[in-house]
T-cell receptor, first 108, second 114 residues
Framework: DAKTTQPNSMESNEEEPVHLPCNHSTISGTDYIHWYRQLPSQGPEYVIHGLTSNVNNRMASLAIAEDRKSSTLILHRATLRDAAVYYCIRKGAQKLVFGQGTRLTINP | DSGVTQTPKHLITATGQRVTLRCSPRSGDLSVYWYQQSLDQGLQFLIQYYNGEERAKGNILERFSAQQFPDLHSELNLSSLELGDSALYFC?????????????FGQGTRLTVV
């Protein structure tokens, strides 16, 4: 019951920007949008989260649609180390439920 | 290093046995989550605790149980183990357990049931 929709896979080239989309059309007004990623053989890693406004941190940017029904994770300059499964999650008072995520492949 | 510690890192046991996985959250985090990830599968949410109390339950089998102790560490107990229980088990922690703050994950315990 992740209630977010992401493409199964995406591919990009090294040193180019990557835009990872996520649909969460039934999001409630108090749910935050979280992004995590999981590199092979590692635990998930927090990337970024936000509620309404766009957010930036050292890893990425999060662009949230005005109606909050979708968001986009932006990696400004992809490196080979960014190859991972990226998860978009609605997070409220309970649970942190992961969907299938987007498997991102970075080409050298 | 996320600050979340899981022990042991690896565990091999036989079917029918019982094991305990331990998780020490980051200092100051009150909420703990447990997940199961089978080979090439997604992360299945098992259970969440906040300050010693169960807050949310996911797809946790009746053979599995968990608790969070007064010092905030948590244990996941798996009993009557079956081959299908072989998986990576992750623990995560966060300050409040709500959407306001992020969760930090441990490196996992790899359980192999033979």
């Amino acid at each position: 019951d992740a209630k977010t929709t992401q493409p199964n896979s995406m591919e990009s080239n090294e040193e180019e920007p990557v835009h990872l989309p996520c649909n969460h059309s039934t999001i409630s007004g108090t749910d935050y949008i979280h992004w995590y990623r999981q590199l092979p053989s590692q635990g998930p890693e927090y990337v970024i989260h936000g509620l309404t406004s766009n957010v930036n941190n050292r890893m990425a940017s999060l662009a949230i649609a005005e109606d909050r029904k979708s968001s986009t994770l932006i990696l400004h300059r992809a490196t080979l180390r960014d190859a991972a499964v990226y998860y978009c999650i609605r997070k409220g008072a309970q649970k942190l439920v992961f969907g299938q995520g987007t498997r991102l492949t970075i080409n050298p | 290093d996320s600050g979340v510690t899981q022990t042991p890192k690896h565990l091999i046991t036989a079917t029918g046995q019982r094991v305990t996985l331990r998780c020490s959250p980051r200092s100051g985090d009150l909420s703990v989550y447990w997940y199961q990830q089978s080979l090439d599968q997604g992360l299945q949410f098992l259970i969440q605790y906040y300050n010693g109390e169960e807050r949310a339950k996911g797809n946790i089998l009746e053979r599995f149980s968990a608790q969070q102790f007064p010092d905030l560490h948590s244990e996941l107990n798996l009993s009557s183990l079956e081959l299908g229980d072989s998986a990576l088990y992750f623990c995560a922690s966060s300050v409040s357990g709500t959407g306001v703050d992020e969760a930090f994950f441990g490196q996992g315990t790899r359980l192999t049931v033979v």
